[in-house]
């Protein structure tokens, strides 16, 4: 039975003898091409899995503290330094937004822009107003207390930012100064206390935004109890964002009222981690050529190497196409091991990183401590089939050679 399958698949056979009684300089070639190949799918998948790592807790972060989907009012100049004019607050739109699928939570909230101000010192932030039924992100560490909502008038207590805090040198317990220009352009002052300092790792939040409760901003702003800014929609997934902002704006919402996902209102956020994947596209695209021209040339010596081999299985009556699966095999055969061993090298290191946090990032340029990984097996299995397909398709080039081999010159001194 075993004479009948390797007669059938005569190239694989012999594709994988010759492998097996390889010895001596060759023998170290084909180990270094396996080397070569595993280094390059190592990296390739290593690279993958810090770029969507990266990506996800990047998006994780954002969408912690600024949901998935606004509606608000439509304004032409949105900008953290003015306040945005007042919407309605209408509970059968929070209940109806509510009621769609993949939606977790709707939020209304208030926000204006503020002056810190505390020992001497001056930050500008951007104030944001919630009630006590906002459930705050367990994806943001809070040292302290969150803010704590009376029955009756408002809380003066603020959640502001480690970041934030440092640079005012204060800490949770200490009162700050909140400054403001009124409607009549007159300035007002209000003291507040600390309740808590929140941290997301993300300087695009904790360097602008501070949280208290809604009906302060209210009573700042001279604005009726039903009175918001607008409304934040959290969801399951962010991949529904696009479809539930649709949803809001098309059924739920008319003019003046807009609905806008995260990515629209922070384009130049995700703008930046698209440049993020694009490097990481470039390093795969450069990565594969390098592994594919070291399997080709390995390829190539091989049969040179043979050359009186494949003369011979010439003169037995090998056709050409089935002299070139031999090598094809043996190049798949190389590739294959190569794969695994990558797979192997890849996902050791990941784990050693995602276990012991070997690999430490500046926070406040990366907006994390630890280099993230995120392995998605389907990235795995299509860098993996389409590596091991190039390999075997770019075989076919220096496969070509086979042609030029003429078996009366290769056998005469035999």
Not at 147 to 172: C, F, H, I, M, N
Not at 177 to 194: S, T
Not at 326 to 352: E, K, M, T, W
Not at 364 to 376: D, G, H, I, Q, R
Request: glycine share 6%; charged share 15%; net charge positive.
């Amino acid at each position: 039975m075993v004479l009948i399958t390797s007669y059938l698949n005569l190239p694989f056979f012999i594709a994988r003898r010759y492998l097996a009684n390889q010895k001596g300089t060759f023998s170290f070639i084909i180990r270094l091409a396996v080397l070569a190949t595993a280094l390059s799918i190592a990296v390739m998948l290593i690279a993958l899995a810090v770029v969507t790592g990266f990506e996800s807790v990047v998006k994780e972060k954002l969408y912690n503290f600024m949901g998935h989907v606004h509606v608000s009012s439509f304004d032409p100049v949105r900008s953290n330094s003015r306040t945005a004019p007042p919407i309605y607050l209408d509970q059968q739109l929070v209940a109806d937004i509510a009621r769609i699928p993949h939606v977790v939570q709707v939020t209304p909230f208030a926000q204006r822009p503020v002056i810190l101000q505390a020992r001497g010192r001056m930050e500008g932030i951007a104030l944001k107003g919630v009630d006590k039924n906002y459930h705050f992100p367990p994806g943001i560490s809070v040292e302290g207390r969150t803010v704590q909502y009376p029955d009756s008038g408002y809380s003066r207590q603020v959640l502001l930012s480690e970041k934030t805090a440092s640079r005012l040198d204060v800490r949770a317990g200490d009162t700050v100064q909140l400054q403001f220009i009124d409607a009549e352009a007159v300035p007002r002052l209000r003291r507040v206390v600390i309740a808590g300092l929140y941290h997301s790792g993300l300087d695009e939040v904790d360097k602008y935004y501070a949280i208290c409760d809604i009906r302060l901003l209210q009573r700042l702003n001279n604005w009726s109890a039903d009175s918001i800014n607008a409304y934040q929609v959290d969801l399951d997934n962010e991949r529904f964002a696009d479809t539930v902002s649709n949803y809001i704006h098309y059924k739920l919402i008319k003019a003046p009222l807009e609905s806008n996902t995260t990515v629209e209102n922070y384009p130049n956020i995700f703008d930046w981690l698209h440049l993020q994947a694009l490097d990481s596209s470039i390093l795969l695209i450069i990565m594969a050529i390098v592994s594919i021209i070291n399997m080709a040339a390995v390829l190539l010596i091989l049969m040179v190497d043979r050359a009186p081999m494949i003369g011979l299985l010439k003169t037995m009556g090998m056709t050409f196409k089935d002299t070139v699966a031999v090598f094809l095999n043996i190049g798949g055969l190389i590739g294959g091991a190569g794969i695994l061993l990558g797979n192997i090298i890849a996902g050791l290191l990941c784990f050693i990183q995602l276990k012991f946090k070997v690999i430490t990032l500046p926070e406040e340029t990366y907006f994390m401590k630890y280099a993230p990984l995120k392995v998605v097996w389907w990235h795995v299995a299509v860098t993996d089939i389409t590596a091991l397909f190039l390999f075997v398709v770019c075989m076919w080039l220096p496969a070509l050679y086979i042609r030029t081999i003429q078996p009366a010159k290769v056998l005469q001194f035999k």
